[in-house]
Nanobody, 116 residues
Framework: QVQLVESGGGLVQPGGSLRPSCAASRSISSFAVGWYRQAPGKQRELVAHITSGGLRNYADSVKGRFTISRDNYGDTVYLQMVSLKPEDTAVYYC???????????WGQGTQVTVSS
């Protein structure tokens, strides 16, 4: 079992930056890890994904603005977000260990609000 805990969300003005983190209870370096977000009234969407080998993919809406990365110990994954827009407002969730299209582990989410 792996527990995931997100932190680092908050309130930021448009154009600002945040770096939420996802801390795991043990190393997840062998797992793919994803960041999803869910805005009120909308479906949860995958915004960034990193494989165990370090390959990264991003939703078109965040390309060039968001960067997913891992720390050297393998137990924390970050989502660097810059040039934030009001439409980035959502609860952001991390997940790990993708098997047959489903993720085995999920965090509880961290709220990101972009507003002036």
């Amino acid at each position: 079992q792996v527990q995931l805990v997100e932190s680092g969300g908050g309130l930021v003005q448009p154009g600002g930056s945040l770096r939420p983190s996802c801390a795991a209870s043990r190393s997840i370096s062998s797992f793919a890890v994803g960041w999803y977000r869910q805005a009120p009234g909308k479906q949860r969407e995958l915004v960034a994904h990193i494989t165990s080998g370090g390959l990264r993919n991003y939703a078109d809406s965040v390309k060039g603005r968001f960067t997913i990365s891992r720390d050297n110990y393998g137990d924390t994954v970050y989502l660097q977000m810059v040039s934030l827009k009001p439409e980035d407002t959502a609860v952001y969730y991390c997940c790990a260990d993708r098997r047959s299209g489903s993720w085995s582990y999920w965090g509880q989410g961290t709220q990101v609000t972009v507003s002036s």
